[in-house]
Every structure is written in C-alpha cells, then in structure tokens.
C-alpha cells in the first residue's frame, strides 16, 4: 500500500525515527500518568475484539524498557480479550492523551497471563491498592515488540469533568443497553438512536 500510495520514503522516515523494539525514557513517564488505554486482541482465527480499560494514573506499570504489565479486574464475565490472550498472545495497545499533550503511543507485543501472587513475587513493588476496593484477578505481563508515536494531528481535545450522579442521568442500566435483537424497521435505527 506504501508503494501504490506513494508513501514508501514518508514510511521509511517514521519507522528509522519513530519506531522502537522498546520504550524510551519519554515514552516510560508518559505511560505513568495515563489513566486510560485501549486494548487489541485476536482469537487463534483472527476474529478481533477491541476494549478499554482504565485506571488511576500508572495503572500500568513499566517494569522496564521492554516490559510493561496491567492488571485484569472482574469485569462482565465475557473475558473476551483474555481469552484471546490464551489462544494468541499478540495484543495492541493504544494510549492516548486527549487533555494536554494530544499524543497517542502505541505498544505491540505479546503477553503472558499471571496471577496476581506470582507477579508480586517477581515484582514486590506493584501498586498494592491502584483501584480501591478491586483485586487484580490477574495481571497481563507484556513484553514490548514494538512502540511508536500516534501523531496529534486528529486527536481531539477533551476535559476532565465529574461524572455526572445517577439519579441526574436518565438512561437503562448497564446491562438493559444495547439489547435489542432485532431493528424495529429491518435497516433502519432505534427511533431512540435516529
């Protein structure tokens, strides 16, 4: 696609510049004030799934300059990216910086699953307490392929802000969203949505 686009010397350029087998010093600070990154994974077949996770800042924590690991929650029950994990180790991650420095950082690579009792006695210095009242069910352990830059050109700028109290919000629960099984209208959307 570089060659029939005609942006082999601009690909070039990014990947002798921007793109490492490791994080760099800049790339270590800016994981340890995110408090959000989106998640990429993929089952033996290929069949994708994308996800979000998040966190006070350095819920992710860099071990070294290859090697980064987060912690995995009770979540839905779906396990949908750890079960990926079991079949493909592969995952994409993408942190992004939408209040001040609108910069993205993008890190491949491949992960082991752990227990939260065995990556505390290789790492004793984990984060005891990084969301209150929540225990790790397991850690992700993610060693660093690659890591580059995601330009701020599109990123947009967004505020911190309080959530809003649930009594003040008049939307289903959690679970009754997105429930349909079918469009009233085949095509068309919800009037709710439209």
């Not at 750890?82 to 939408?98: A, H, K």
């Amino acid at each position: 696609m570089q060659k029939q686009f005609g942006t082999s010397d601009r690909a070039a350029d990014f990947y002798d510049r921007q793109m490492h087998d490791f994080l760099t010093p800049s790339m270590r600070e800016f994981i340890a004030h995110q408090t959000m990154m989106f998640l990429a994974t993929a089952d033996a077949h290929g069949s994708c799934d994308s996800t979000f996770r998040a966190g006070p800042p350095g819920f992710v924590t860099v071990l070294d300059d290859r090697t980064l690991t987060y912690p995995e929650y009770r979540g839905n029950g779906v396990l949908a990216s750890v079960g990926n994990l079991t079949e493909n180790p592969r995952l994409g991650l993408l942190f992004m910086d939408f209040t001040r420095d609108h910069i993205g950082l993008h890190i491949n690579g491949s992960a082991q699953l752990r227990t939260d009792d065995e990556q505390r006695a290789e790492y004793p210095h984990l984060p005891m307490d990084a969301a209150p009242g929540r225990q790790p069910q397991l850690w992700i352990h993610v060693t660093v392929d690659e890591a580059y830059v995601h330009c701020s050109k599109h990123i947009p700028h967004l505020e911190h802000a309080p959530r809003p109290r649930a009594s003040d919000v008049h939307r289903p629960k959690d679970a009754a969203y997105f429930t349909e099984r079918e469009p009233a209208c085949p095509g068309a959307f919800p009037s709710s949505i439209a």
